[in-house]
């Protein structure tokens, strides 16, 4: 049977050793461990990148303010739509003078009368959101012309119907809404083929 193995004899150190390695020991000083340093939670510097330049924050531009939406034309119905008033005369007689500016025209001469009522209504429309208060419609004086084959169709064998058509849609409810008045216009500027046409002031309008 064999003896198990002996316990290794501890070393004992001579008393100059032991002096020798307190003396040692008491010299030495721990080294100094540098810490990482982590900024926890840093936000990302591409998804703030608009407010970041070279480094430094820089000034938030102010944002322009909105536009100012243009005026709807009101929706009008038969009893609600104003009544069209009488032109001013003083109004006309500037506008034939030249002292009053037309700002805008549309010119429905020649034009079939499905055509021309729908250039109308989008021409009105448009100038009235402009703030355009005195405008000309051209309508042609009128008279016998050869007719085309599909004039029946269209009810455009007189020349002479937008004429008489104009100031009754300028009549309808949805125009009144946005028509002050209308007159006849100087031979200048047309004379019997031809309107003057009042808007009203889409900032008293709502």
Avoid: C
């Avoid at 001013?88 to 037309?102: P, S, T, V, W, Y």
């Amino acid at each position: 049977m064999s003896k198990p193995p002996s316990k290794p004899r501890r070393r004992h150190l001579s008393k100059e050793d032991e002096a020798l390695w307190e003396h040692t020991a008491s010299s030495l000083q721990p080294l100094k461990v540098r810490k990482d340093r982590h900024l926890a939670d840093m936000p990302d510097l591409d998804s703030i990148s608009p407010f970041l330049t070279d480094g430094k924050a820089a000034k938030a531009m102010p944002s322009k303010p909105a536009a100012k939406p243009l005026p709807t034309p009101p929706r009008a119905s038969e009893t609600t739509a104003p009544s069209l008033s009488t032109f001013d005369r003083k109004a006309a007689r500037k506008l034939r003078q030249g002292h009053f500016e037309i700002e805008a025209r549309i010119d429905l001469h020649g034009m079939r009368q499905h055509e021309a009522h729908g250039a109308l209504r989008s021409f009105l429309h448009s100038a009235f959101r402009k703030g355009q208060r005195w405008v000309l419609v051209i309508t042609g004086k009128g008279g016998p012309r050869r007719p085309r084959d599909d004039d029946d169709m269209f009810g455009v064998a007189e020349r002479g119907v937008l004429k008489k058509n104009v100031p009754m849609w300028l009549s309808e409810p949805e125009l009144r809404a946005i028509v002050v008045s209308f007159t006849s216009a100087a031979i200048s500027h047309g004379g019997e083929g031809a309107l003057y046409v009042q808007l009203r002031n889409p900032e008293k309008v709502r």
